[in-house]
């Protein structure tokens, strides 16, 4: 069976005997059905010209047009005569590494490489694994999403998201109880409602400084039938993380785009254990933590969205804006 990835633009071929297949019956089905209605209403002229562009055959629709459908979904119910399934998620694994998501909060560009501040206050100094590809070209700080390699080289990979999911992800991390379910939840139920599970998330490719990833479905009781959506990778993670599915990034754009952390001065030196890093920024010296505030805030708020307390996601917020104001002074 062939199977589509990546954005294509299918093209109707009639068969040599005329007969329609069974999405031409069923696109000529809704476009007559589409007709008969708006004939029955008075309704004529450009209308029904307006419905063969969305129900006719696929030749129809972009005839006159110059849209572009992509199709973003690929799907696969038997294996391609190799014995690999259908969406062949399994077959390039060798180009592809685990990650493991870290707790970092926001990435910027300093003049020596750049810094990836963690939740808990520590700040990690990198430099470009590949110094011929340049990022990030302000110093802003930016939300972001930290994956760090598991294939040894402890490379890490920073996707710069939009501050919700970079939150909704650690909260995710810390076990914060959210009481009214996350988009991320809803699409969660969903899968197993109808009868699928999250399988993997792939980080494909980067085109114009945006990443590309996929989220992997198998059918609960047959893995051969596999789906495969293109979402944003800030989405397919948190999805990934809530079903504890492996996240993998292309081996190629780990290399190219990854950071090396590279050796501390003394006064930000940090030790080893199994799950995490200490530094000397975590030993209380009687001063405020201007990071952990302004996490508890930006969290308050956030849960206070979801449970549809608008007043009160209002007033953090404010509290939000006037703390960082009065932080930006202080630097």
Same mark, same amino acid.
């Given at each position: 069976m062939e199977i589509i990835n990546g954005p294509v633009l299918p093209r109707y071929a009639a068969p040599a005997t005329g007969a329609l297949t069974s999405d031409a019956k069923i696109s000529g089905q809704l476009l007559r059905r589409v007709h008969l209605r708006r004939r029955a209403c008075g309704l004529q002229g450009d209308h029904y010209r307006a419905a063969r562009r969305f129900f006719g055959f696929p030749s129809e629709r972009h005839a006159r047009s110059g849209w572009v459908w992509p199709v973003c979904c690929s799907y696969g119910s038997s294996s391609d005569g190799d014995g690999a399934a259908a969406a062949d998620y399994d077959a390039s694994g060798e180009e592809f590494v685990n990650s493991s998501v870290m707790e970092a909060v926001e990435l910027r560009s300093v003049s020596d490489g750049f810094v990836i501040k963690m939740r808990d206050g520590k700040n990690l100094r990198c430099v470009q694994n590949n110094p011929r590809v340049l990022r990030l070209r302000d110093s802003a700080p930016h939300h972001a999403i930290v994956l760090k390699m598991e294939d040894g080289s402890d490379l890490l990979l920073p996707i710069i998201v939009m501050e919700t999911p970079s939150i909704m992800l650690l909260a995710a991390l810390r076990n914060i109880r959210i009481p009214r379910p996350t988009i991320y939840n809803v699409v969660k139920e969903m899968t197993e409602r109808m009868g699928y599970a999250v399988r993997l998330v792939r980080i494909t490719e980067m085109v114009h400084d945006a990443y590309y990833s996929r989220l992997y479905l198998a &059918?609960?009781?047959?893995?051969?039938?596999?789906?495969? %959506?293109? %979402? &944003?990778?800030?989405?397919a993670i948190n999805i990934a993380f809530r079903c504890k599915v492996p996240i993998q990034v292309n081996r190629r754009i780990a290399y190219n785009n990854g950071l090396k952390v590279v050796q501390p001065t003394p006064s930000e030196s940090y030790v080893s254990s199994d799950q995490f890093q200490y530094t000397r920024l975590d030993r209380p010296d009687d001063q405020p933590c201007f990071e952990a505030q302004e996490f508890d805030l930006v969290r308050n708020m956030l849960v206070a969205a979801v449970e549809e307390r608008y007043k009160d996601a209002a007033q953090y917020r404010d509290q939000l804006f006037m703390f960082r104001a009065k932080k930006k002074n202080m630097i």
């Open positions: &059918k609960i009781g047959n893995e051969e039938e596999t789906i495969s %959506l293109d %979402l &944003k990778p800030s989405d």
